[in-house]
Nanobody, 125 residues
Framework: QVQLVESGGGLVQAGGSLRLSCAAS????????MGWYRQVPKKERELVAS???????NYADSVKGRFTISRDSAKNTVYLQMNSLKPEDTAVYYC???????????????????WGQGTQVTVSS
């Protein structure tokens, strides 16, 4: 099966930077869109940024101009560069991948939605 492994979270002061990484591993025919979401207690998970297989990006208004999403398709890896961090960016960040499985992948062929285990980002004021 597919695993998404995230890294790069941690504690940083306001104004600082962090870079998150997420690598998808397993039997994958095609990785479509990849993205980052975040969630704080008692609130719904929200989209932070996404990137298509063609490189088109989409950002939440709250992070535009501060965060940059990128991907290395050859490595099935997505990155989130977070600059000018604010305390309100504190959350658990989750990686998401829309993956197409073919008949050789060992699962029923089709599109599947995968999530990472989450990585904590804490921004102190």
């Amino acid at each position: 099966q597919v695993q998404l492994v995230e890294s790069g979270g941690g504690l940083v002061q306001a104004g600082g930077s962090l870079r998150l990484s997420c690598a998808a591993s397993g039997s994958i025919s095609r990785t479509n869109a990849m993205g980052w979401y975040r969630q704080v207690p008692k609130k719904e998970r929200e989209l932070v940024a996404s990137i298509t297989s063609g490189g088109s990006t989409n950002y939440a208004d709250s992070v535009k101009g501060r965060f940059t999403i990128s991907r290395d398709s050859a490595k099935n890896t997505v990155y989130l560069q977070m600059n000018s961090l604010k305390p309100e960016d504190t959350a658990v960040y989750y990686c998401n991948a829309d993956i197409t499985h073919g008949i050789l992948d060992g699962v029923v062929p089709g599109r599947y939605d995968y999530w990472g285990q989450g990585t904590q980002v804490t921004v102190s004021s």
